[in-house]
DNA sequence: ATTGGCAGTCAGTTTGATCGAGTGCCAGTC
DNA sequence: GACTGGCACTCGATCAAACTGACTGCCAAT
């Protein structure tokens, strides 16, 4: 079994190996760290980490190195976060507290925490499934194609485009017009979609194609999830960190491009709004990120809502000045955009 | 002065050495092309090519390499673009066919013709400043929080957040709605932007602090440019043609997900709805992209405002193929938002 | 349990020799 | 005057051999 002190060694090797990339060697531990035992000894504790698989040896004679068990171990461990500088704080206060909108919010949160963690940042939309709906709009582009906008009370806002076969009037988009907002202002999501199935009903018969068309556009909009999107910001740094990736990165930036892939990944994650959720190396070997680790964790919107943000980077990254900065800005979000 | 084989000679080099990343000796291209002539002929065109600093010797003992200078002579005698494949005519008809709104179309475009390219492809959005007001909509969020949207004829659609000091109450929300649509609605952007300045007069004084909050946040949503906004896809493809950058392509990376100096860049361009512009290597130096080409081509969206769309790439890049690309994207793009 | 010492291993670096692609130049040919 | 064949020369790339130095594992001593 490994002792503690063992454990202090695996912390060191992580430490020493994250800042210098070069393998740690039992003569470099005893020098920089005061264990008060000889070189021997660490050794001899280094075997017994290797038996545990937490650390290996690249090459018969050379130092050690964490494997993702070690790294996973040592993340374990990190129960008590240092909290960030003041200096940091002060720049989250600054970077996201005049924002304009929810785009603007999480296009700064998404740049802020990049910038916090040297790293490729990630922030998903808040879902809307929750949220009712505020207004509908109906936008004539053209004599045959018409944009529908609809806004719900969160704030989301989204639009689409409609080709409609029959000629539009003005007068009949008007009437149109408020009655979908009659029908549908002040439901939630689940219930709209109810009710548009059985709207064209209520018109005349020539009118039904179009109504249709707009009502199935409509319910689409209801029913499609923003929760499929997410922000990146930070792409930048996979290249200056380029060295701790076996080939090339380009199937971590392909990977990161796909966001289907991040999303999958995402969902799989705990999303726990106190903490933050860490997986690292061949724990992500199914999305084709295999050398990369992911820290994460949720923050909760208007409406109760809950979505995540992390970062994502080389296995080698300073996991504690990391998490500490997922968890405080996950947590200054979810008090921006929580309940107010 | 370089004569009509030297010229040609040029041609091949930059062919085969796109084509192979290799110096190009003169023994390889009269293996190669029939020129009729010994390679020592060819040599001495090449003496020529370098004295007009076209082609250059990495060392003393090797083939040639094309400058910046010469991979300009080479597109400029690009006259004729080979127009596609049909393949390649069927995919962009199929990917942008059946597209839902604005942003739809545009995302589409970009991952299209980063595809077609294998390139990092840019896209600028259509400008706004010759639309009108459609409709202009208050959603409440809170008690002192409100999203105002402007709603544009040109299928534009963007929100704000604003913090109002004072309560709301509904009623005269509902007022304050209508008195805008009615003010505003049918005005181009600039006319609004004047229009919004006199309205807070109109109101009783203790509204006043709110209308005003209100009238500029819209005002600055007019006048925001949405022109300065780009997507962007492929930039894994940049990590693909790695060997091409001196160091690392970090710095690259770093620039092009700083969009204001592409917008920049954007701007200093030829803005040719029917043809493709290059900037190649140290012509791009002053925006940090000194090691990439850039080819760019206008297209039209309604109301005849030009936006700009094009790749970014490696200097040493298929320009015929990829210049084909963009005119083609860019044209499709053009009848597909155009005027309809 | 810890330590000092020692032999063994092996990546990384340096050195030097060799190879070969490609050039420039020149004298000769059409 | 344009083209060609031939030759000496240059210089990056490649390879093997020798060397260095950082580490480990193990063992006998404390």
Not at 14 to 41: C, L, M, N
């Amino acid at each position: 079994m490994v002792s503690e002190r063992g454990l202090e060694v695996l912390r060191v090797i992580v430490q020493d190996y994250v800042a210098s990339r070069e393998p740690v060697g039992s003569k470099s531990i005893v020098e920089r760290h005061s264990f008060g035992v000889s070189a021997a000894t660490i050794r001899n504790d280094m075997a017994l980490l290797e038996d545990e698989e937490l650390i290996v040896a690249p090459h018969t004679s050379s130092g050690r190195v964490p494997t993702d068990k070690g790294y996973r171990v040592f993340v374990d461990q990190l129960a008590d976060l240092r909290p960030l500088t003041s200096a940091q704080r002060q720049a989250i206060e600054a970077f996201l507290g005049e924002s304009v909108d929810l785009d603007d919010v999480l296009m700064r949160t998404v740049r802020l925490l990049s910038q916090l963690t040297h790293q490729v940042a990630l922030v998903q939309y808040p879902s809307r499934a929750v949220s009712r709906i505020r207004h509908v709009e109906l936008v004539q582009l053209s004599s045959t194609k018409l944009m529908t906008v609809l806004i719900t009370d969160s704030g989301g806002v989204e639009q689409r485009l409609i080709d409609i076969s029959t000629e539009l009037d003005e007068e009949f988009l008007t009437e149109l017009r408020s009655r979908l907002n009659n029908t549908l202002g002040g439901l939630n999501l689940q219930d709209a979609a109810a009710r548009l199935a059985e709207l064209p009903t209520q018109f005349a018969p020539s009118r039904q194609p179009m109504i249709a068309a707009v009502t199935s556009a409509l319910a689409e909009q209801v029913l499609a999830n923003r929760h499929d999107k997410l922000l990146m910001a930070g792409t930048a740094n996979l290249a200056r960190t380029e060295e701790d990736f076996s080939g090339s990165i380009f199937p971590v930036l392909e990977a990161i491009e796909e966001q289907v892939t991040l999303l999958r990944l995402f969902a799989e994650m705990d999303v726990d709004v106190r903490d933050v959720s860490a997986r690292i190396g061949r724990e992500n070997e199914n999305f084709a990120l295999g050398e990369t680790a992911v820290l994460t964790s949720g923050y909760s919107a208007s409406g109760g809502s809950i979505a995540r943000l992390g970062v994502l980077g080389p296995i080698r990254m300073d996991y504690p000045n990391n998490m500490a900065a997922v968890r405080a800005v996950a947590r200054y979000l979810s008090r921006l955009l929580g309940e107010d």
